[in-house]
């Protein structure tokens, strides 16, 4: 119990170290360095961890089949799997970086006008930005497997580290430089340092000599027929949780994307710390459903599900009680009001995503990747339509309702979870020794 409490623990502290650390650099970079470079620097920033998120899609299969071989004792397999993730990795997070490198100059022209030194400042962070995102790519793959070894604190630890000591740099170089570049530059070179160590603590966990990319076929197309679709599940996240934001403000304007987007991000925290804490839960049920009995997984599930429920329900009802209140000190009695309506209804759709969070690792676990993602890409495309419906005639309460109807689609996953349990042998829930798990769609 004291090492899933440490999980979790860690997990929380990757999902709020960072945005935490954001929120303290942001006065100072803005106050040393004004309104447009510090535009700058939140668009790069933006985009790195859009990025990061979509060159990462494929980690998911990383910790299914290393969990997997690891319950099995297929040592070798898995040292081939990291390889060939290594390999996967490298090419994806290259080409990412190439598209990004080459737009820069495109995304520049819109960020700031045309000519002198700004400008240039705003194309070299763009650029040095696409590096730093081939980095975190490559990290991935070794946060991925730590998590696979369920050593979320050695996974943790580093990155958590590196990132804030890169925005402790950021600050400290805005009384020095008057260049966004330079910032971003720093924050790179925080970032090969972690990865560097990720890499070495990689070597030292796997007793290899060596970590050079590989290619195995069949490493490869097990991690590609499970890496398509956690892939697709990454890209499709972030678009469906900017898109609501994105049609209201074409719609209705900034102010009204204001007052929801504060309600989102307040609103956001309960799915979040769901979802990061219950994380550890993935590579232990595919490690155990490899290597014990099914009431094992059973029990886990429902432990797992009871322990969700309460987090949900106690965040839950201390947000309806005390939110608006939140709001009015946080931005403003006006803001407050406006948001009034759709609070709750925000409130609620975070938390029933957050209670899909234990049946969608689960069947991650067991290699139900295709389900979770169909299912998801039907929430966001029922989302997507509600929206165009809903929106003109209710505004944003009707923008927050088709909000609701995704999260509510999204608790469909507990369906083929049960059947996936209720259909599992009542002894042993192994897979062959030489292939990944079987879906069933």
């Known amino acids: 119990m004291k090492a899933y409490l440490a999980n979790a623990a860690y997990g929380v502290l990757d999902y709020a170290a960072y945005p935490i650390g954001m929120l303290l650099v942001a006065p100072i970079v803005l106050r040393n360095m004004g309104a447009a470079q510090y535009g700058i620097w939140a668009v790069v920033t933006a985009a790195v961890s859009m990025g990061s998120i979509i060159a ?89 497997t730590q998590r696979a070894f369920e050593r979320y604190g050695a996974a943790v630890r580093v990155s958590v580290v590196t990132r804030l000591l890169s925005l402790a740099a950021a600050a400290a170089l805005t009384y020095l430089l008057h260049g966004v570049a330079g910032i971003v530059a720093a924050s790179a070179l925080f970032n090969l340092l972690g990865t560097w160590l990720q890499f070495a603590d990689l070597r030292r966990l796997l007793d290899v000599s060596s970590l050079l990319p590989a290619m195995d076929a069949h490493a490869a197309k097990a991690l590609l027929g499970y890496g398509a679709f956690s892939w697709l599940q990454a890209v499709s996240a972030v678009i469906f949780s900017q898109a609501d934001r994105l049609f209201l403000g074409i719609s209705l304007g900034a102010v009204a994307v204001a007052a929801y987007s504060l ?74 009001r406006s948001a009034a309506p759709v609070l709750p209804i925000i409130v609620w759709s975070s938390a029933l995503l957050a209670l899909n969070v234990t049946g969608t690792y689960a069947l991650f676990a067991f290699g139900r990747i295709r389900i979770v ?46 059947r996936q349990l209720s259909k599992a042998p009542k002894t042993h829930m192994s897979l062959p020794a030489s292939s990944p798990i079987c879906e069933e769609v």
């Open 56 to 144: 990462s899609g494929f980690g998911d299969a990383n910790i299914q089949h290393v969990a997997s071989q690891r319950g099995l004792g297929q040592h070798d397999a898995l040292v081939r799997t990291v390889r060939c993730m290594i390999s996967i990795n490298l090419i994806l997070g290259t080409v990412l970086a190439a598209v990004a490198w080459t737009l820069a100059p495109f995304a520049a022209l819109h960020l700031v006008p045309a000519g002198g030194m700004l400008a240039q400042d705003c194309l070299w962070s763009l650029r040095i930005a696409s590096l730093l995102l081939w980095l975190r790519t490559m990290e991935s793959v070794c946060i991925s």
């Open 373 to 418: 993602t169909w299912l998801n890409l039907a929430a966001g495309a029922t989302m997507l339509l509600l929206m165009v419906w809903l929106l003109p005639r209710f505004g944003t309460y009707g923008m927050a309702m088709a909000r609701l109807s995704y999260a509510a689609i999204t608790l469909l996953v507990y369906v083929p979870l049960a």
């Open 263 to 336: 309600c989102t991000q307040l609103a956001q925290p309960i799915f979040g710390f769901a979802a990061s804490g219950l994380h550890f839960l993935f590579p232990h049920l595919a490690e155990r459903q490899a290597s014990r009995a099914t009431s094992s997984v059973r029990k886990t599930i429902l432990v797992a599900s009871t322990c969700n429920l309460l987090f949900v329900a106690v965040t839950t009802v201390t947000l309806l009680l005390f939110g608006k209140s939140i709001l009015r000190v946080w931005a403003g009695a006006d803001i407050a």
